[in-house]
């Protein structure tokens, strides 16, 4: 319980520098400032694996699993790829999301500050229940892994679907009916008070958006890291590494998400693999490092392919 409660304590005082030290004054993220603090995410990240060999070396955290520290230590590093990459689905909905609502660049940090804050409490209790369940009902692995399978082909045979607009969403008219809404922008404020009246500006209504499809996007996320493994904690702490490090890669990928277009190849590649890995578990056993290799090779390659393709299609119409 110590070392949970360090956790948090340790999350809650970065984000706390986060707001009021490095971003106390709203401004525009810059490709280069947000590939500086992608790196250094990722960086701590992978340090932190060593950290989980550490506090699994020497039974400071419950092990219910039994692992050897050199599991539970890939097992973060499989856990954490598998929600990065799942993470930019993600980060494509929010781009469309802050377009929509025409929310301007120097406050879109804030927005995602505060939307990070809502993800981590939403996923804490999605990966409670989810961590229950596996552990109490046996069957409920081979119904997560037939879900991520089948989303993992609906997503293959339904590539060119609707595109998501916000402004239509059940979330955004369900939301007008119960708080006025202005389309008024008040500095970094979530809600202006006009006539006597408290309205919801752009920024709340952005935030409640995609807090709403951040759950709807852990449907798919929380199932898939718990057929790496059911240990609370590493299933916990490498969601949280995942989502501290979104609001960077949002601002490194946000202009060049049509260089990237290819990586949904991966996505439906590491879905299908631990959907078929939930599903199989009884009959062929994955080695932590084969999971681990799969997954890596998977991103690789759909980075290698994007940025090709991309540098290809440019040279054509540059013809």
């Known amino acids: 319980m110590i070392v949970w409660i360090c956790f948090i304590i340790a999350i809650l005082l970065f984000l706390a520098l986060d707001l009021g030290v490095f971003n106390k004054t709203p ?14 995410w990722v960086t701590i990240s992978f340090l932190f694996s060593g950290v989980v060999y550490w506090l699994y070396s020497n039974n400071y955290v419950a092990n219910p699993d039994e692992l050897k520290p050199l599991a539970a230590s890939i097992k973060f590093i499989t856990g954490y790829l598998i929600e990065l ?14 377009s929509a609502f025409k929310i301007p660049k120097k406050y ?19 990966i409670y229940f989810g961590v229950l369940l596996i552990n109490k009902f046996a069957w409920t692995t081979y119904l997560f892994g037939a879900f991520l399978f089948y989303t993992a082909v609906k997503m293959l045979f339904n590539g060119d679907e609707k595109e998501f607009e916000p402004k ?4 955004y008219r369900v939301l007008k009916k119960v708080i006025p809404v202005t389309t008024h922008i008040d500095g970094e404020h979530f809600f202006v008070k006009r006539k006597h009246i408290t309205a919801a500006t752009p ?22 890291i718990l057929a790496i493994t059911s240990d609370p904690f590493l299933v916990f702490s490498s969601n949280i590494f995942a989502i501290l490090g979104l609001r960077s890669m949002y601002f490194f990928l946000a202009n060049m998400l049509e260089k990237f277009k290819y990586l949904e190849f991966s996505l439906i590649a590491i879905l299908s693999f631990v ?17 681990l290799a799969f997954i890596a090779v998977s991103l690789i390659m759909g980075i290698v392919v994007s940025l090709r393709m991309s540098k290809k299609e440019n040279v054509e119409e540059n013809k």
């Open 168 to 171: 239509k969403s059940l979330v």
């Open 108 to 126: 879109q940090h804030r927005v995602l500050f505060w939307g990070i804050i809502g993800a981590i409490v939403f996923r804490g209790i999605m």
């Open 275 to 291: 959907g078929l890995k939930m599903l199989l578990h009884d009959f062929i056993e994955i080695p932590e490092w084969g999971s």
């Open 203 to 224: 920024l709340f209504v952005a935030l409640i958006v995609i807090e709403v499809m951040d759950v709807i996007f852990a449907l798919d996320s929380v199932p898939a």
């Open 27 to 40: 401004h525009i993220i810059s490709t280069k400032e947000a590939s500086k603090w992608t790196g250094i």
């Open 85 to 98: 990459s799942l993470s930019v689905d993600n980060i494509f909905v929010i781009a469309i999301i802050f």
